[in-house]
Protein backbone atom coordinates (compact mmCIF):
# COMPACT_ATOMS: atom_id res chain seq x y z
CA UNK A 1 0.00 0.00 0.00
CA UNK A 2 1.25 3.32 -0.16
CA UNK A 3 -1.40 5.78 1.79
CA UNK A 4 1.64 7.47 3.05
CA UNK A 5 3.66 8.28 0.01
CA UNK A 6 0.32 9.36 -1.74
CA UNK A 7 -0.31 12.14 0.95
CA UNK A 8 3.40 13.02 1.02
CA UNK A 9 2.56 14.08 -2.51
CA UNK A 10 -0.05 15.85 -1.93
CA UNK A 11 1.16 18.20 1.19
CA UNK A 12 4.40 18.71 -0.80
CA UNK A 13 2.67 20.17 -3.70
CA UNK A 14 -0.15 21.51 -2.13
CA UNK A 15 2.83 24.02 -0.36
CA UNK A 16 4.14 24.14 -3.53
CA UNK A 17 7.54 22.91 -2.49
CA UNK A 18 9.63 20.62 -4.88
CA UNK A 19 11.24 17.41 -3.92
CA UNK A 20 14.76 18.78 -4.03
CA UNK A 21 13.19 20.98 -1.42
CA UNK A 22 11.89 18.71 0.93
CA UNK A 23 14.96 16.49 0.41
CA UNK A 24 17.30 19.41 1.63
CA UNK A 25 15.07 19.57 4.45
CA UNK A 26 15.82 15.88 5.32
CA UNK A 27 19.28 15.85 4.65
CA UNK A 28 18.52 13.32 2.29
CA UNK A 29 18.77 12.89 -1.71
CA UNK A 30 16.38 13.83 -4.10
CA UNK A 31 15.72 10.13 -4.82
CA UNK A 32 14.79 9.30 -1.51
CA UNK A 33 11.88 11.70 -1.30
CA UNK A 34 10.13 10.27 -4.81
CA UNK A 35 10.38 7.14 -3.83
CA UNK A 36 8.94 6.84 -0.51
CA UNK A 37 5.93 9.57 -2.70
CA UNK A 38 5.76 6.51 -4.90
CA UNK A 39 5.83 3.32 -2.55
CA UNK A 40 9.02 2.39 -3.84
CA UNK A 41 11.08 3.06 -0.16
CA UNK A 42 9.41 2.56 2.77
CA UNK A 43 9.79 5.59 5.78
CA UNK A 44 11.48 4.57 9.14
CA UNK A 45 9.90 6.40 12.04
CA UNK A 46 12.72 9.38 12.23
CA UNK A 47 11.93 10.12 8.78
CA UNK A 48 7.79 10.42 9.13
CA UNK A 49 8.53 12.65 11.93
CA UNK A 50 10.94 14.76 10.01
CA UNK A 51 8.50 15.12 7.50
CA UNK A 52 5.49 16.38 9.23
CA UNK A 53 7.69 19.11 10.66
CA UNK A 54 8.48 19.68 6.98
CA UNK A 55 5.17 20.26 6.24
CA UNK A 56 3.83 20.96 8.91
CA UNK A 57 1.22 18.50 9.55
CA UNK A 58 0.42 17.30 12.90
CA UNK A 59 2.61 13.97 13.42
CA UNK A 60 -0.02 11.71 14.31
CA UNK A 61 -1.68 12.39 10.35
CA UNK A 62 1.55 11.29 9.29
CA UNK A 63 2.04 8.34 11.10
CA UNK A 64 -1.01 6.67 11.64
CA UNK A 65 -0.73 6.58 7.70
CA UNK A 66 3.06 4.75 7.84
CA UNK A 67 1.28 2.66 10.47
CA UNK A 68 -1.59 1.53 7.98
CA UNK A 69 0.52 1.35 4.98
CA UNK A 70 3.25 -1.32 7.31
CA UNK A 71 0.06 -3.34 8.54
CA UNK A 72 -1.66 -3.17 5.16
CA UNK A 73 1.81 -4.85 3.63
CA UNK A 74 2.10 -7.38 5.85
CA UNK A 75 -1.53 -8.95 6.26
CA UNK A 76 -3.33 -7.31 2.83
CA UNK A 77 -2.84 -10.89 0.49
CA UNK A 78 -3.93 -13.18 3.84
CA UNK A 79 -7.39 -14.04 3.55
CA UNK A 80 -8.08 -13.64 6.57
CA UNK A 81 -6.73 -10.09 6.84
CA UNK A 82 -10.55 -8.89 7.59
CA UNK A 83 -10.97 -10.91 10.02
CA UNK A 84 -7.58 -10.57 11.93
CA UNK A 85 -7.61 -7.18 11.81
CA UNK A 86 -11.06 -6.92 13.19
CA UNK A 87 -9.55 -9.70 16.13
CA UNK A 88 -6.77 -7.36 16.86
CA UNK A 89 -8.95 -4.34 17.13
CA UNK A 90 -11.03 -6.03 20.00
CA UNK A 91 -7.57 -7.16 22.05
CA UNK A 92 -6.34 -3.55 21.96
CA UNK A 93 -10.03 -1.74 22.80
CA UNK A 94 -9.67 -4.80 26.25
CA UNK A 95 -6.11 -4.17 26.98
CA UNK A 96 -7.00 0.26 26.39
CA UNK A 97 -9.61 -0.67 29.23
CA UNK A 98 -7.69 -2.17 31.85
Known amino acids: ?4 GARLRELRESRGL ?3 QVAAAME ?3 ALVSKLERG ?3 ANRDQVNRL ?3 LKVPEKELLLLWLADKIADDISH ?3 AMEAMRYVEQRLKETSND
Open 1 to 4: MNYL
Open 18 to 20: LLR
Open 28 to 30: VDT
Open 40 to 42: ERK
Open 52 to 54: SSI
Open 78 to 80: EPL
